[in-house]
């Protein structure tokens, strides 16, 4: 009997628990919408510290450190991510989700890009993500933008991206790697590999319904010259 009263009261204890993380977040989460910093980051801790699991907890911290992120608060959410990846809460994809998001404010900073492609080659070394996932293939853009934009690098990003466009099942991301691909292959004059890269780039660039004239451009160009 005493047991089962133990459990009925555990039971009632993560109920409340999972309702007030609930309620937090939908009120953190109306103050982020509303640009309220400090209202947004105090429930944002209020729902943290009410979470019932790593899982919930992470999607907080990814929720929290999105908005510090889009609110220009880089240190912020630099910091709120660097503590909870010290932590031994989340699995590895969970991790490299976290790198990822700490990476992107940097990728475009002519001094700070390194940062960024360090955390990008962390998650990208780190068994987590599967390889033909849509966060891995995100990873492995990025990364490859920086070595592409930055370090002119264009070898790096065939040897990064080409592996996955076998492995990667989403126009999504496809439509994204291709073009790279051919562009980098362009660069090494290797006109006849960044033909094929175009030609596939198109055929997914039309999935997503995106614009195909710049692609459509190169493919012509380039079919003129053989």
């Known amino acids: 009997m005493k047991k089962i009263l133990f459990l009925t009261a555990l039971s009632l204890v993560s109920a409340a628990f999972a309702n007030d993380y609930a309620t937090f977040m939908k009120e953190a989460n109306e103050a982020a919408k509303a640009k ?125 991206l080409e592996p996955l466009t076998k492995l990667q099942k989403s126009s999504y991301m496809l439509y994204q790697l291709y073009p790279m691909i051919a562009n980098a292959y362009l660069k090494l004059g290797k006109k006849e590999e960044a033909l094929k890269n175009y030609q596939q780039a198109l055929i997914h660039t039309k999935k997503m319904k995106k614009k195909t004239d710049k692609i459509a451009q190169k493919i012509k160009e380039l079919s003129s010259e053989k």
Do not use: C
Not at 38 to 61: G, I
Not at 116 to 139: E, P, Q, R, V
């Open 36 to 160: 309220d910093i400090a209202a947004a980051t105090a429930k944002y801790t209020q729902a943290y510290n009410a979470a019932a699991d790593s899982k919930q907890k992470y999607s907080n911290v990814m929720k929290h450190a999105e908005f510090l992120r889009d609110m220009k608060k880089i240190q912020e959410m630099t910091e709120l991510l660097e503590t909870e990846l010290r932590k031994d809460l989340y699995n590895n994809a969970m991790r490299q989700h976290m790198l990822w998001l700490q990476a992107t404010p940097f990728m475009w900073d002519k001094v700070k890009y390194e940062y960024a492609l360090d955390k990008l080659n962390m998650a990208l070394a780190m068994d987590g993500a599967s390889k033909s996932s849509i966060l891995y293939g995100k990873i492995a853009h990025y990364a490859a933008m920086i070595h592409s934009y930055h370090k002119k690098d264009y070898a790096t990003v065939i040897t990064l």
